[in-house]
């Protein structure tokens, strides 16, 4: 592919148009101007990044579903020591509370790893595109979406964790004690 570069003073790129586009048709040439190079390239970036959003979305979901996949399996599993902290005196709220309270540090935890996972794995691309593109991508740190996250890391846990633990809470205590 041949590439012919044509440069005009400032304001005298419109008036050249015309004549090159007709030079350009007769030899099966494309004419693009650097401003339509520019909006074709900044068409193309938007769709990656809304790609990029739609995965991380995805993941969210996907990750939100094994969270509460897990909080489920964790309360049933201690079905029978949350029948037993009944037993001793422990009200259905203070149950609903203790494990939505554990699930709340598990998502704080949890959220904490994926945050420093995720900026060591944006430095890693800056610092692996520079021998591939020839410059570093600038990795953008943006203290609101890591705000979001975490807080969304947490709350999902809640969430998961209040509807199983008050269900487990509201077992009848011999079933939840002879439970295992």
Do not use: C, Y
Not at 31 to 60: C, H, K, P, T
Not at 116 to 128: C, D, K, P, W
Request: proline letters at 3%.
């Amino acid at each position: 592919a041949d590439l012919l570069l044509i440069t005009a003073p400032e304001g005298q790129a419109e008036r050249l148009r015309e004549p090159l586009g007709r030079i350009a048709d007769e030899h099966a040439m494309l004419l693009r101007s650097f401003g339509d190079v520019r909006a074709f390239v900044d068409r193309i970036v938007q769709g990656v990044v809304g790609s990029l959003w739609a995965i991380l979305g995805l993941g969210f979901v996907v990750g939100s579903l094994g969270v509460a996949n897990t909080v489920t399996m964790n309360v049933l599993e201690k079905r029978r020591t949350l029948g037993l902290l009944r037993a001793v005196g422990m009200t259905r709220g203070q149950v609903t509370r203790m494990v939505v309270i554990e699930s709340l540090l598990l998502g704080a935890a949890g959220g904490l790893i994926g945050l420093f996972g995720g900026v060591t794995t944006a430095l890693f691309i800056q610092l692996a595109s520079q021998p591939l593109l020839g410059h570093p991508i600038q990795a953008s740190f943006r203290p609101d979406v890591v705000a979001v996250n975490l807080i969304a890391a947490v709350a999902i846990t809640a969430i998961a964790a209040w509807l199983p633990a008050r269900r487990a809470a509201g077992l009848d205590l011999l079933e939840s004690i002879s439970a295992e």
